[in-house]
């Protein structure tokens, strides 16, 4: 285990930020912290790298403890804060080699690993700019070279694709899932669910302070969503079709909407809706299987609790 | 929570100070706030001399002290060199520290600068210590140049106890400003918005420029009222109003200045005609002697110092590193 936390707690006053928390992440997994704003995630985050103190709770981030041995821990951890500031009068060059400094790297391998980190992030024609100048996703960019310079075994990000405009954080978010290609292990946080989803291998997802549901995405939807295979079709007429449909081996559910019907299913069953369709009687306009959203895992577990409750 | 060992932290809390301090003091350097603290300085040092030179040239006197009268001489309008120090300096203190904790919230580099393998300690620690020394080397700066042209002025080269009570009255005066930079991390901890923060400092700072005096007035009638038939309730009620007055960091620096600038005083505080018995009055103290006459107030400033920033400390320590 890389990063473990045992009944972690945070409390602010009255207010549960974080409440019994046991994370466990592997070595080289890329682990989506996700929920809502306000859930409690900034805080784990911040409790990981020893910068608030638990209330309850212990936490161990690659065996060292953030409380008693914090300068070996933040050597080897990189953090992304949300909303990354820096100085904003000094170059970014100044910016790296500062923080290069209080890394205590030794002035020649500093400037190697700046060089190599601004090529990387594709800030080199930049870097004698100030920071000032740049853009929200030049800054962000920033912020992950400043991550690798101390090339850390472990990168925690928060929300790395807050503000980014949509292809700017599909790019952002390649340069993380590039991460894992070297081994590091990735714990990142957002709001954004189905933004990360794709570069996740496992996700746990808050709720309150709470982490409700953990696991691969795939299984998370088959174990909220029921079925994992959700099929969408075209098809006129629709009469009697849905419950024809409904009547499939497989089937956990069946519904009709705007855009035509969908199916959740246990397995892929497109070629048994086809036959039912057409036996039916119906022409077939389209049929498409989707994966399913973790915005509507998320959705649906926290309907499910409303009913429940 | 509950240990059964100790906890200890792991490495020296030093690590990476320098690194701190280096980045602040290039940053006050290269500031604005820099450049026009460096035009005051250029413009007071100019005056003090022109002040001093005036007034000394026009007394026919032998005086074995003419580098120390630039120093405390005044000419109307323009005040005695160290009358515009002790209004300049808290300025330019509070200049360079308002937003020393808070500017960092602001810009938001200040969670990414702790996740870094620092402790606070040294952020905090290298800050004070890169305004302490951008301040010294003001006062360094000023201080030669006034110098400098009181020697071009005046063609009297000064001699060495002249030149040893002058560094003296610089280190009071570091010590002085040091207060005054102390008072400004403080409300960089407290208030999150650097405005705030700058108008915390200079309250603080008129309150005792301004207010403290009449204050330590009223407290001492009220301590030890007069007595028109006792003789001594006036000596309690003085020795009362100077304890008073002794709170503010501004009697304690304006005392060691006068003992360290003037070689003539001898006592700070009410002296009795029984104890002036056989000594010889204007005879100047030797260095020694007035080192030891400022030296509660020399330690009183570093004292203050020293808890200012140990309270900057121990908030800055409790603070959460989220806004």
Same mark, same amino acid.
Request: net charge neutral; proline share 5%.
């Given at each position: 285990?890389v990063?473990e936390?045992q009944?972690?707690? %945070?409390r602010?006053g009255q207010?549960?930020?974080?409440?019994?928390?046991?994370l466990?992440?592997?070595?080289?997994?890329?682990?989506?912290?996700?929920?809502?704003?306000?859930?409690? %995630?900034?805080?784990?985050?911040?409790?990981?790298?020893?910068?608030?103190?638990p209330s309850?709770g212990?936490?161990r981030?690659?065996?060292?403890?953030p409380?008693?041995?914090?300068?070996?821990l933040?050597r080897?951890?990189?953090?992304l804060?949300?909303s990354?500031?820096f100085?904003g009068?000094?170059?970014?060059?100044?910016?790296?080699a500062?923080?290069?400094?209080?890394?205590?790297l030794?002035?020649?391998l500093?400037?190697a690993r700046?060089?190599?980190?601004?090529?990387?992030m594709?800030?080199?024609?930049v870097?004698?700019?100030?920071v000032?100048?740049?853009?929200?996703g030049?800054r962000?960019r920033?912020?992950?070279?400043?991550?690798?310079?101390?090339?850390? %075994?472990v990168?925690?990000l928060?929300?790395?694709?807050?503000g !980014?405009d949509?292809e700017?954080a599909q790019?952002?978010?390649?340069?993380?899932?590039?991460?894992?290609a070297?081994?590091i292990?990735?714990?990142?946080?957002s709001h954004? !669910?189905?933004?990360?989803?794709?570069?996740?291998?496992r996700?746990?997802?808050?709720?309150?302070? %709470?982490?409700?549901l953990?696991?691969r995405?795939?299984?998370?939807a088959?174990q909220?969503?029921?079925?994992?295979?959700r099929?969408?079709?075209?098809?006129?007429?629709q009469?009697?079709?849905?419950?024809?449909l409904q009547a499939l081996?497989?089937v956990?559910?069946a519904?009709?909407?705007?855009?035509?019907?969908w199916?959740?299913?246990r397995?892929?069953?497109?070629?048994q809706?086809a036959?039912?369709?057409?036996?039916?009687?119906?022409?077939?306009?389209? !049929?498409v299987?989707?994966?399913?959203s973790?915005?509507?895992?998320?959705?649906r577990?926290?309907?499910?609790v409303?009913?429940?409750? | 929570?509950?240990?059964?060992? &100790?906890?200890?932290?792991e490495g020296?809390?030093w690590?990476g100070?320098w690194a701190?301090?280096? &980045?602040?003091?290039?940053?006050?350097?290269?500031?604005?706030?820099m450049?026009?603290l460096e035009?005051?300085?250029l413009?007071?040092?100019?005056?003090?001399v022109?002040?001093?030179?005036?007034?000394?040239r026009?007394?026919?006197s032998?005086?074995?002290?003419?580098?120390?009268?630039?120093?405390t001489?005044?000419q109307?309008?323009l005040?005695?060199f160290?009358?515009?120090?002790?209004f300049f300096?808290?300025?330019a203190a509070?200049?360079?520290?308002?937003d020393?904790?808070? =500017?960092?919230?602001?810009r938001?580099?200040?969670?990414?600068?702790?996740?870094?393998?620092?402790?606070?300690?040294?952020?905090l620690?290298?800050?004070f210590?890169?305004?302490?020394?951008t301040?010294?080397?003001?006062l360094l700066?000023?201080?030669l140049?006034v110098v400098?042209?009181?020697?071009?002025?005046?063609?009297?080269?000064?001699n060495?106890?002249?030149?040893?009570?002058?560094?003296l009255?610089?280190?009071?005066?570091?010590?002085y400003?040091g207060?005054w930079? =102390?008072?400004?991390?403080?409300?960089s901890?407290?208030?999150r918005s650097?405005?705030?923060?700058a108008?915390?400092?200079?309250?603080?700072?008129?309150?005792?420029?301004l207010f403290w005096?009449i204050?330590?007035?009223?407290?001492?009638?009220?301590?030890a009222p007069?007595?028109?038939f006792?003789?001594?309730s006036? *000596?309690?009620?003085?020795?009362?109003?100077l304890a008073?007055?002794?709170?503010?960091?501004?009697? *304690?620096?304006?005392?060691?200045?006068?003992a360290?600038?003037?070689? =003539?005083?001898?006592s700070l505080?009410?002296?009795?005609?029984?104890q002036?018995?056989?000594?010889l009055?204007g005879?100047?103290?030797?260095?020694g002697?007035?080192?030891?006459?400022?030296?509660p107030q020399?330690t009183?400033?570093?004292?203050?110092t020293?808890?200012?920033?140990?309270?900057?400390y121990?908030?800055f320590q409790?603070?959460e590193?989220r806004?």
């Amino acid at each position: 285990m890389v990063i473990e936390t045992q009944n972690l707690t %945070k409390r602010y006053g009255q207010l549960v930020a974080v409440e019994g928390l046991n994370l466990g992440i592997e070595a080289g997994e890329v682990y989506g912290l996700l929920g809502p704003n306000g859930s409690g %995630k900034t805080t784990t985050i911040l409790m990981l790298l020893g910068l608030t103190e638990p209330s309850a709770g212990s936490v161990r981030v690659l065996g060292l403890d953030p409380a008693r041995a914090p300068l070996s821990l933040k050597r080897q951890v990189g953090y992304l804060p949300d909303s990354v500031g820096f100085y904003g009068e000094m170059t970014a060059w100044e910016n790296l080699a500062y923080i290069a400094r209080l890394n205590d790297l030794p002035q020649a391998l500093a400037k190697a690993r700046i060089e190599r980190v601004l090529e990387r992030m594709g800030l080199s024609e930049v870097a004698q700019r100030p920071v000032n100048t740049f853009s929200r996703g030049m800054r962000q960019r920033l912020g992950l070279a400043e991550v690798l310079l101390k090339e850390p %075994k472990v990168v925690i990000l928060d929300e790395p694709t807050l503000g !980014l405009d949509p292809e700017a954080a599909q790019e952002f978010l390649q340069m993380i899932r590039s991460l894992k290609a070297e081994g590091i292990t990735v714990l990142l946080s957002s709001h954004l !669910l189905h933004q990360v989803q794709a570069i996740c291998d496992r996700v746990g997802l808050f709720h309150k302070g %709470k982490l409700v549901l953990e696991g691969r995405v795939e299984a998370l939807a088959q174990q909220v969503l029921g079925g994992a295979y959700r099929i969408r079709l075209e098809a006129t007429p629709q009469d009697g079709l849905l419950e024809r449909l409904q009547a499939l081996p497989e089937v956990h559910r069946a519904q009709a909407d705007a855009k035509g019907l969908w199916l959740e299913a246990r397995q892929d069953i497109r070629p048994q809706v086809a036959r039912a369709v057409l036996e039916a009687g119906a022409a077939l306009q389209s !049929l498409v299987l989707e994966r399913p959203s973790l915005d509507e895992v998320y959705a649906r577990y926290f309907q499910e609790v409303r009913h429940a409750a | 929570m509950q240990r059964s060992e &100790k906890p200890r932290r792991e490495g020296s809390p030093w690590t990476g100070l320098w690194a701190v301090f280096f &980045k602040e003091m290039a940053d006050h350097l290269s500031s604005t706030r820099m450049r026009i603290l460096e035009v005051l300085i250029l413009l007071s040092a100019v005056g003090a001399v022109y002040a001093g030179a005036q007034t000394l040239r026009q007394t026919v006197s032998e005086d074995s002290f003419l580098l120390l009268r630039v120093f405390t001489a005044a000419q109307d309008p323009l005040p005695s060199f160290i009358a515009f120090l002790s209004f300049f300096l808290p300025l330019a203190a509070i200049a360079l520290g308002f937003d020393a904790i808070n =500017g960092e919230y602001s810009r938001n580099t200040l969670s990414r600068i702790l996740a870094q393998p620092i402790y606070r300690d040294a952020l905090l620690w290298g800050k004070f210590l890169a305004g302490l020394a951008t301040l010294a080397l003001i006062l360094l700066a000023l201080f030669l140049l006034v110098v400098g042209l009181s020697l071009i002025f005046l063609g009297v080269p000064p001699n060495s106890e002249e030149v040893a009570r002058a560094l003296l009255f610089l280190l009071a005066t570091l010590a002085y400003t040091g207060v005054w930079l =102390g008072v400004a991390l403080v409300t960089s901890v407290l208030f999150r918005s650097a405005a705030t923060s700058a108008l915390a400092a200079i309250s603080v700072w008129l309150f005792f420029a301004l207010f403290w005096g009449i204050i330590a007035q009223l407290l001492a009638q009220a301590v030890a009222p007069l007595d028109p038939f006792n003789p001594q309730s006036e *000596l309690r009620q003085a020795e009362a109003l100077l304890a008073f007055s002794r709170l503010s960091p501004n009697t *304690l620096y304006a005392e060691a200045v006068q003992a360290f600038l003037n070689p =003539g005083v001898r006592s700070l505080g009410p002296v009795l005609i029984s104890q002036l018995e056989g000594a010889l009055l204007g005879s100047p103290l030797p260095l020694g002697q007035s080192f030891l006459l400022a030296w509660p107030q020399l330690t009183g400033l570093i004292a203050l110092t020293l808890l200012l920033f140990a309270l900057a400390y121990v908030l800055f320590q409790r603070r959460e590193v989220r806004a």
